[in-house]
């Protein structure tokens, strides 16, 4: 199957720095790539649509100017958190969609970030 | 040898059925373990944890199996709004989750 990964894995960084997390389709060109975020002992929650070549589509209540997603080639994906704060401090999930196989969506590993 | 395999099915079931499904991890030091459902372009929402004595939540039933290391899934008196794609979900114990690809239910009338 294909396959979907994420650096880093994790990261712990000081409140007020930025984060930039990178999503990869590894085996395949993904037109479509979502960003997740899951608080702990809470179900997945859908940030963002990223598209290639076009703004990403964002949830309601999720800011576009502190989530920067960047969806520059159909391989990969940026998130960036900008001025991140501990309340920030989440697990960060992408999935690309496979054009090929039926939009069938593959999961990443997750992104868990620490903001002291 | 992937880390966490699902059959991909679809599972065609009739309504009322019981149906389960079985996903297998191969990383003996996983930690935590979670039955996702994900309904078509929709975000994957968590179903149930799987706790090592199962656990039960109405018609559906997790259960763990660290020996053979598997969990499974028991739906009970399936419905249609069943239908669903069901994801496996293994804690590594670094910090990781990793996702089956999902296990396809269609329950029909």
């Known amino acids: 199957g294909a396959v979907v990964s994420q650096h880093p894995s994790r990261v712990i960084c000081k409140s007020g720095t930025s984060v930039k997390i990178e999503c990869r389709s590894l085996?395949?060109?993904?037109?479509?790539m979502f960003w997740y975020r899951q608080f702990p002992k809470q179900s997945l929650m859908l940030m963002a649509t990223?598209?290639?070549?076009?703004?990403?589509?964002?949830e309601q209540g999720v800011e576009k100017d502190k989530f920067l997603i960047n969806h520059a080639s159909l391989t990969l994906s940026t998130l960036t958190v900008t001025s991140a704060h501990p309340e920030d401090s989440s697990f960060y999930i992408c999935?690309?969609?496979?054009?090929?196989?039926?939009?069938?969506?593959?999961f990443g590993p997750g992104t868990r970030l620490t903001v002291l | 040898r992937k880390e966490v395999e699902q059959d991909p099915g679809p599972f065609n079931v009739p309504e009322g059925a019981t149906v389960a499904f079985n996903c297998t991890y191969s990383?003996?030091?996983?930690?935590?373990f979670f039955w996702y459902r994900q309904d078509c372009r929709k975000e994957p929402k968590l179903l149930m944890s799987?706790?090592?004595?199962?656990n039960e939540d109405g018609r559906f039933t997790a259960q763990l199996n660290r020996a053979s290391q598997y969990i499974s899934l028991l739906i009970r008196d399936s419905k249609l709004s069943d239908s669903a794609t069901y994801l496996c979900?293994?804690?590594?114990?670094?910090?990781?989750?990793?996702w089956g690809a999902g296990t396809k239910l269609i329950i029909k009338p």
């Open positions: 999935s690309a969609r496979d054009p090929l196989a039926y939009n069938e969506q593959f």
């Open positions: 085996d395949f060109q993904a037109t479509t």
């Open positions: 990223s598209n290639e070549g076009s703004k990403a589509t964002y």
């Open positions: 990383n003996s030091a996983s930690q935590s």
């Open positions: 799987v706790y090592s004595s199962g």
């Open positions: 979900v293994v804690n590594d114990g670094n910090y990781q989750l990793i």
